[in-house]
């Protein structure tokens, strides 16, 4: 049981490339996040999604895009990719609402 | 939408002494609530969660988390700390979707 996964685990991108980070996961859960991780600031909410075809803004949306075409896949897109953007990214899944989040191991992305 | 404070960015303790990280919630009705651990270079993994049905939570690793109403907690503690304990430590809360607070930074001395 894989759990959650994500792709790829470490990227560096110039400024103003795009990319997309892929999150799966495979226990049928039906909500998903996207955050990012920087220090001292802990885990902010980008975007999540409530189920498949489903998507909602979180805290810090602006500069990203997601899409749930599939249940199990909830993907990140960044389309013009600046230095604001390096992070620890991490994927999540829950069942439902207010159960316990299961993550993915994190993407360190770096924006040159 | 809800969310959680913590207090203390960083906590310093001795081996075996008390460990206490704070939380405070925003909700005016009881809220889902959820501590997690994250060591190094890797994801978070759910310590323990309230979910009203009693208001002392048992963790794992000896971890356990007080719901108090009166003054919007779920302050998380163990009684005797231990090398491997050293971890970031986040609160967060189900609104239903989940925000975390900033994070606790254990430390333990030898």
Not at chain 1, 22 to 33: I, K, R, S, W
Not at chain 1, 41 to 50: D, E, F
Not at chain 1, 61 to 83: C, H, I, M, T, W
Not at chain 2, 41 to 57: P, R, W
Request: proline share 5%.
């Amino acid at each position: 049981n894989a759990g959650v996964t994500q792709t790829p685990k470490f990227r560096v991108l110039k400024t103003g490339q795009s990319m997309t980070l892929l999150c799966a996961q495979d226990m049928n859960h039906e909500y998903m996040y996207w955050y990012r991780q920087d220090p001292g600031m802990g885990l902010r909410l980008i975007h999540y999604s409530v189920g498949e075809g489903t998507t909602a803004k979180g805290e810090v949306p602006d500069g990203y895009n997601v899409s749930r075409l599939k249940k199990q896949n909830f993907l990140l897109g960044l389309e013009s990719a600046a230095p604001s953007q390096t992070s620890v990214y991490f994927c999540a899944s829950t069942l439902t609402g207010n159960t316990e989040a299961f993550f993915g191991q994190g993407t360190r992305l770096t924006v040159v | 939408a809800q969310s959680v404070t913590q207090l203390g960015s960083h906590v310093s303790v001795s081996e075996g002494a008390l460990v206490l990280l704070r939380c405070n919630y925003s909700s005016s009705v009881p809220p889902y609530l959820f501590w997690y651990v994250q060591y190094p270079n890797q994801g978070l993994q759910l310590l323990l969660k309230y979910t009203s049905a009693a208001t002392l939570v048992k963790g794992i690793n000896g971890f356990e988390a007080e719901f108090k109403k009166s003054e919007t907690s779920f302050h998380l503690t163990k009684p005797s700390a231990h090398m491997s304990d050293a971890a970031e430590y986040f609160c967060a809360v189900s609104d239903p979707d989940m925000r975390f607070g900033a994070g606790t930074r254990l430390t333990v001395k030898p």
